[in-house]
Nanobody
Framework: QVHLEESGGGSVQPGGSLRLSCVTT????????TAWFRQAAGKEREAIAA????????FYAASVKGRFTISQGNAKNTVYLQMSSLKPEDSATYYC??????????????????WGQGTQVTVSS
């Protein structure tokens, strides 16, 4: 059974940085598309960034482009989200998700059928 586990969340002051990690195990495909989403209280889940683990193509939401960077580790089952210049509006539960490397938009929440449990990020002074 596919399992995704996020880590690295926490509390940080505005302007600070955090790095989230997502480890995927028991995935049936040699490569995948892994994405980060976030959901704030009372809001819909929104896409942040995605990466194709074969080839390394990346995609970002306009709200985080230039501040967040998605990357994969040397172990291809690990994907990171480096978050910089954090703002209070970045506060949310952050989820990673995975799907096969084919399909529609990598930033479409409907494309993903494997999800982690989430990690909380709070940006506050």
């Amino acid at each position: 059974q596919v399992h995704l586990e996020e880590s690295g969340g926490g509390s940080v002051q505005p302007g600070g940085s955090l790095r989230l990690s997502c480890v995927t195990t028991q995935y049936n495909y040699r490569s995948n598309c892994t994405a980060w989403f976030r959901q704030a209280a009372g809001k819909e889940r929104e896409a942040i960034a995605a990466i194709y683990t074969s080839g390394g193509s990346t995609f970002y939401a306009a709200s985080v482009k230039g501040r967040f960077t998605i990357s994969q580790g040397n172990a291809k089952n690990t994907v990171y989200l480096q978050m910089s210049s954090l703002k209070p509006e970045d506060s949310a539960t952050y989820y990673c998700a995975a799907r096969p490397p084919w399909g529609g938009s990598p930033l479409d929440v409907r494309e993903y059928n494997h999800w982690g449990q989430g990690t909380q990020v709070t940006v506050s002074s």
